[in-house]
């Protein structure tokens, strides 16, 4: 099963891929969409979507997870982010695939065993769940926290 996460963001969204056979995980793919700070934000969506699309034609996942909205102090920022996540869970379900949303905090203690961990501790995880793993970024490394949540919560439900 091939399991896919995303840590989304207007500026820069990460995605991870991971496969699951039995309780082995594996690093599939990860990579970051950036979009550029000069377009308006419909064009920004826009980009978000189409290369969230090509990730998705190019692996073909099996499900999807989204990392939650963080909300911060700034109404705007918040307010962005809940459009890029928005374009996130849509690009996922218009694949035709069950998705599911973690917050951050689920995440962490998913990984690290507590929910107030530091990227740090979470990277260092990453790293031993996915020998070798070569992050194209820290949105990425948490793309990958996402999936692998996923992939365990898939186990626990079945």
């Not at 091939?2 to 989304?8: A, F, Q, R, V």
């Not at 969409?33 to 073909?60: F, K, P, Q």
Request: aromatic share 2%.
């Amino acid at each position: 099963m091939l399991i896919i996460g995303i840590d989304p963001g207007l500026a820069c969204t990460g995605w991870g891929i991971v496969a699951k056979s039995g309780s082995r995980l594996s690093h599939v793919a990860n990579g970051q969409v950036r979009t550029d700070t000069n377009a308006s934000l419909a064009e920004r969506l826009v980009t978000l979507d189409t290369e969230l699309t090509d990730v998705i034609l190019a692996h073909r996942p099996d499900t999807g997870a989204v990392e939650e909205v963080f909300v911060n102090t700034n109404a705007q920022s918040t307010l962005k982010l809940g459009q890029a996540r928005g374009v996130c869970l849509l690009a996922l379900a218009r694949a035709g695939m069950p998705v599911a949303e973690y917050a951050t905090s689920l995440v962490k203690k998913a990984l690290v065993g507590t929910g107030r961990a530091e990227k740090t501790q979470v990277q260092a995880m990453l790293k031993i769940l996915l020998p070798g793993l070569k992050p194209a970024g820290a949105d990425a490394a948490d793309a990958l926290a996402v999936a692998i949540t996923h992939a365990n919560m898939l186990g626990s439900h079945r």
